[in-house]
């Protein structure tokens, strides 16, 4: 039996940031930039207002997470922790998450554009199940 919520401690930075963060970063590790030109977008986990950075250049993506917010020019991204969780899981596509609303962009439209074709890399294609969230009878 768990304690009272009144006598719960809060978990600020512990198990759940820390599963948060990892996802954020492995968000990133997956994103392939290539010859991209260099942006930047801020991705803002809902629920716990959790915001991340991602500085994509030549051929490298650099995350740095629970920044403040958005920094000016900034492509921002919404979505859930559960969708994040999600995509990251190879699950749900980013295209997908973006067509159920699950993903939001704000900002420059070429941003966005950039930033859906380094979130939909060859490699994350082919681990997704052909038609995602479909049941089937066994």
Sequence with gaps: MSPPAATRK????????????????????????????????????????????YAVG????????HVKGPQ????????????LEEIVSHRLSFERAEELGLVRFYGDPVQAARLRALAATPAARQQLPAQPWTTRAD
């Design 58 to 65: 030549q051929g490298t993506v650099g995350v740095s997470t």
């Design 72 to 83: 000016r020019g900034d492509l921002v991204v919404v979505t859930a922790e559960a969708a």
């Design 10 to 53: 809060k978990d600020l930075f512990g198990s759940g940031f820390r599963s948060a963060a990892n996802r954020l970063n492995q968000f990133g590790s997956e994103l392939q930039p290539g010859d991209t030109d260099e942006f930047a977008f801020t991705l803002v986990l809902i629920e716990p207002m959790l915001w991340s950075r």
